[in-house]
């Protein structure tokens, strides 16, 4: 199935399977693809980012559940914070780490990754792991990684493999 990423701004995305299949203005991409669902976003369609600190922030900071805030609060813990945790736990901590990163535009992380239960989380969730941290791009017939991003700023919606991952209510 071929989806169009039309921004309020800057040029479309069109995606198809898990590949960018076109990238240009939204008016010529919509007409020589028909067929194509369309999402409208009231923001401008760029890369994603790759976050450089992931092995610190997934493997030796906890992300506490929502219903652990009355004890543990709701920001991420370090250091001598950290509660006491098996791979289960920490794999829960990931998966919520994650989805932070997600709503900031993250495409990528920098590994490897030690834990077992934090590896399983990333793969799981699709994000692709890089050795280092490039400028990401956007290319045709490459990977549809990207974000959505606000005239402020902030993120929108981000997709990996042209699945959305993360949309702002």
């Known amino acids: 199935m071929l989806t169009l990423h039309v921004p309020a701004g800057g040029d479309a995305v069109l995606v198809s399977g898990t590949r960018i299949a076109g990238l240009g203005p939204a008016d010529a991409l919509a007409r020589?693809?028909?067929?194509?669902?369309?999402?409208?976003?009231?923001?401008?369609?760029?890369?994603?980012?790759?976050?450089?600190?992931?092995?610190?922030?997934?493997?030796q900071t906890y992300h506490p559940d929502p219903r652990e805030a009355d004890t543990l609060g709701s920001e991420p813990l370090t250091g001598s914070a950290l509660p006491a945790m098996d791979d289960a736990r920490w794999g829960h901590s990931a998966r919520r780490g994650l989805q932070r990163l997600l709503a900031q535009g993250v495409t990528s992380v920098t590994g490897p990754f030690t834990r077992a239960a934090v590896r399983t989380a990333v793969r799981r969730l699709g994000v692709p792991v890089v050795a280092a941290a490039g400028p990401?791009?956007?290319?045709?017939?490459?990977?549809?990684?990207?974000?959505?991003?606000?005239?402020?700023?902030?993120?929108?919606?981000t997709v990996l493999s042209g699945r959305l991952v993360y949309r702002r209510d």
């Open 32 to 59: 020589a693809h028909p067929g194509a669902r369309q999402r409208h976003w009231a923001g401008t369609v760029e890369p994603g980012r790759c976050h450089p600190g992931a092995v610190r922030y997934l493997e």
């Open 136 to 157: 990401p791009v956007l290319t045709l017939g490459g990977p549809a990684h990207f974000a959505v991003r606000a005239a402020d700023g902030t993120c929108l919606a």
